[in-house]
């Protein structure tokens, strides 16, 4: 089946954002065996989203559209749709229920904007989708032909769930043939490095395929087999991620599609029963924000410090001011102090500590931005890291988290 | 002058990159009064590739593809621009001595790759834009009809410096009308809301227009006039933006095009010379990190607290037991306390404290997931604000970090 996407939005013509939508959704598309062929991106504009939508639906099976289902006069794009499809808008009751439902005891000052029960016209026959994030439902149209639309809301924290919740599980149904996949997410090696270790895996590859996905810090694989069933499917991938596990080792830190490194940390806390605690200079309270994305994380976490001063470094921690005068805060020995000390003053059994020089400014020849040390206290002992690292000082930052996590996960594993 | 992207890359299509390109090249052109209309993703693939740039040409005055100049058999956007051209290609004497210096020098002996000589090739009549950061040339070829063909490659480290230097230098002398444009920023108002409350400018727009952009609980009105020069250009946009001050007041947060809450926040600290600390439980750190997203942060904050069990909330805030004990963690009383406990624990000016339910565990019917209290400290006063949010863990967080620094901007303007 081909499928194609079509993204609305006049902020992505004018470049205001980036269209992460697309990305996401040609991924789950080849992870469903979709053969996405194109990828569009028109404005909120009836003619030429109407002419994208008709040119979609010519040459590909699933038109998929994202954006442009907002309360405002400039969304269009169920509008359009209907026009495309030959069919009418109709007001969706439980969708208008859903709506006031979702403002209902919500901000006392919020009322629903008169405009918000547009939201609630649905495209006739279609079948609704319910969004748990937000007030536009997404609409799956089947149409003669056996040629499909679905419209989804633009925002990536709608559109994401209702496609992994809803629209996933609807497309892999009409799949034939079965894809089986799995996952091995890869931190602390580079992308290049990455894939030049397994070149002549991909080189040689035809079922099952391996495909890297490069991540801030990390890669993934996805290595994907087609076979007749997910027994079959299972039997052609394994001995490929043996092959990743021989050549990646403990770089690989999950197989879980849905596992991200910090739940893997997090788990392996509990599992211990420890507690963890950080000290964050460079990353301003990331990591422990990072640690708090998942669910539960109470159960490991009781505080956290930002220590950005060398003051706080010193008051809260125990960082020697003749450390700080000898080596620097940004230097291998405060690293440890701070991951020594967090443990101490919160009483945590493992301390995570980064110090490090982010930029624009702030750099010199010794100490360049981009200097970042990182140190982990656990089982009683510490290990420091050093990294040099590029890039701005948003990319710096978020390298540090992964890197950081990482670091814990080898110190605790 | 209407242009459009094309960007070729089976690695796009299959979701394994961003396209990163394409929303600097939209920003860039919109910059220059360029009108894009459409941008389109294909892989490398003759077929597909040649259709798009036909029907590009067809309806646009500028067609601007990256990707595909690669040195290997998969790279063909040259060849099939020549093809929709009509052109053939030749070898480009200039160009081969600037891959052989390229490589001269280089990392041991790495010799040329015969195939690195294809990128030598051009399209016959074109333009040549010096690559500085690879090997694949850029090329502007003007044909008939005033349409024009640029072709850049596709690693963003290559495409963005020769855009820079090169390929809009040549696009800005092309344009005779200047687009004007003015950002008005506001928080503390749903999207909806926001424009309901200027439909009526919305609606009656011709020059300038409004466009807005939703963000997570922000909304950025662009204002743009198209005049025949940057001072004709303010004079039709100023009357507008006045009016939009009017409307919004106080939510405004900036009218700088670039200007984040965070930074203005940090900014008013500075002018004021105050210092800030925060206590964040639901947020684990992300108001203190993105406080320090703005460069030169350190001058309005030493130190910060993730409190995230009640134990810390007493002992680094002196949260009074009691006061956890009969009213809870997520409640007015304890943020209020949380407040003052930042301020009197750092020394710091203004302290933001956080408590609430982030989900999806923890919430009851008396405090539902999306309950949050924020207390902010400032000038000897105390006050609190009550929020009831909607949305995932991760949503809900993030609303609570705007609306933390929205607050914190509201107390000591």
Redesign the interface.
Known sequence: MTAELISVG???????????N?????????RLGLL????????D?EE?LLE?IQQSLERSDLVILTGGL?????DLTKETAAKAAGRRLVTDEHVKQQIAA?FK????D??I????WKQAEVIEGSIVVDN???TAPGLILELPGEKRMILMPG?P?EMK?MFLDSIGPYLAKLQKVCLYSEMVKVCGIGESMAETMILDLIEGQENPTI????KTSEVHFRVTASAESPEAGKKLVDPVVEELKKRFGDNIYTRREEETLEAVVVGLLQRQGKKIA?A?SI???????T???V????SV?????????N??KE??LGVKAATLEAFGAVSEETAREMAEGVCKA?GADVGIAVTGIA???GGSIEKPVGLVYIGCRADGKTRTEKLLLRGN??KI?DTVVIRALDFVRRCIL
């Open positions: 006049t902020e992505l013509l004018l470049g205001n954002i980036v269209n992460t697309a990305a996401f959704l040609s991924e789950e598309c080849a996405v062929y194109h990828q569009c991106v028109v404005g504009n030429r994208a907002g309360p405002t006069k400039d979702y005891g919500r901000e006392e919020v009322k904007a008169e405009n918000n748990k994030n937000g925002p924290n769930p495909a890297p996905y490069a950080a964050e990353t301003g309270g990331l990591i422990a924000a640690l708090i994305n669910p539960g994380a109470s976490l009781n505080e956290s410090f930002v220590t950005y001063s003051e706080a008051k809260r919160s930029g624009p400014d000082r948003q930052r």
